[in-house]
């Protein structure tokens, strides 16, 4: 085992780079470890480290062949390790790829999104692991799931269950490739779904009338084609309802809103209703407005 006294030794400072630096540590592919439980936890379930740091009081565990091996005075210990009270081991090991699979195999996910505190992406990770889930995916806005902060709030999850990066559309995408249905929540009770927003008050501020139409699953016989997937048109009429469902077709799983407008986009009477001169009337563009800052609000 090798002897390191020295604050200012490389290894020691890639390590504090590793701990405070997630561009670093995407650079490098490489993470820290910061407790004889997570070194064990890592061996365990086949994360083989790079090298381990300890003081002389800990007694490691066996390590695989080729794994560097350090020992440290306890001060040295205390200046390079990201706790505040150092456990007297640390380590750094690989990090996967974090892009997803082509197709999911699996059937309960958990996807995460602008969620910042590390500790939080961590719980959610742990809780996971302890209902048996697939894996986590982690959409903009999260925190580095190799932070020292996550890895020791997952307690090791981290090791047992995989964990994606990648956006929302991309994992629309992919739940749609793999036949998976995809379930929303939200923290806030007043959080509100774009396909059900009330128009009402947007539509109110401008003085436009709108109203919800139906979207009965029988009403998908209407565009149905003997040639195609799906047609664009119906020969039994309501255009207002089998536009909105063509449209659904190629929105990928995301949230949609269909306004047909189309009656409503120019008036040829020649008189002057309401706000709306002859010509061309800009129908839906006051509402939507307005309820761009309704749910900007909200």
């Not at 066996?62 to 007297?88: E, N």
């Not at 919800?212 to 565009?223: A, C, G, N, S």
């Not at 195609?228 to 048109?233: F, G, K, L, P, S």
Request: proline share 7%; charged share 20%; with cysteine.
């Amino acid at each position: 085992m090798d002897r390191i006294t020295s604050r200012a030794n490389p290894l020691l400072s890639h390590i504090r780079r590793l701990s405070s630096d997630a561009a670093y540590r995407r650079q490098s592919g490489q993470f820290v470890g910061d407790s004889p439980k997570l070194l064990r936890e890592a061996l365990q379930w086949g994360v083989e480290p790079v090298c381990v740091v300890c003081t002389e009081e800990v007694a490691l565990p066996a390590l695989p062949a080729g794994v560097r091996a350090v020992c440290v005075p306890g001060d040295v210990m205390a200046s390079v390790s990201p706790m505040k009270s150092p456990q007297g081991v640390l380590f750094t090991g690989r990090i996967p790829a974090l892009a997803p699979p082509e197709k999911l195999t699996g059937r309960r996910y958990v996807a995460l999104e602008g969620v910042q505190d590390p500790g939080n992406v961590g719980a959610v990770l742990r809780t996971l692991d302890a209902f048996d889930g697939d894996g986590l995916f982690l959409l903009p806005g999260c925190a580095d799931p190799y932070s020292p902060k996550t890895l020791r709030s997952s307690m090791g999850a981290l090791f047992r269950r995989p964990v994606w990066s990648c956006s929302a559309s991309e994992l629309c995408r992919l739940l749609q490739r793999s036949g998976l249905p995809l379930y929303g929540a939200a923290l806030r009770l007043d959080t509100l779904d774009a396909r059900a927003v009330d128009l009402t008050r947007a539509a109110g501020h401008s003085g436009e009338r709108f109203w919800r139409m139906p979207d009965f699953p029988e009403y998908e016989d209407l565009i149905r084609s003997d040639y195609a997937d799906v047609r664009n048109t119906s020969k039994d009429g309501c255009g207002a309802i089998t536009a909105g469902l063509f449209l659904k077709h190629f929105t990928q799983g995301l949230p949609w809103l269909h306004l047909d407008i189309a009656g409503t986009a120019d008036n040829n009477t020649g008189i002057t209703w309401q706000h709306q001169t002859p010509g061309a009337t800009g129908a839906a563009v006051s509402t939507l407005y307005y309820l761009a800052r309704e749910l900007e609000n909200a």
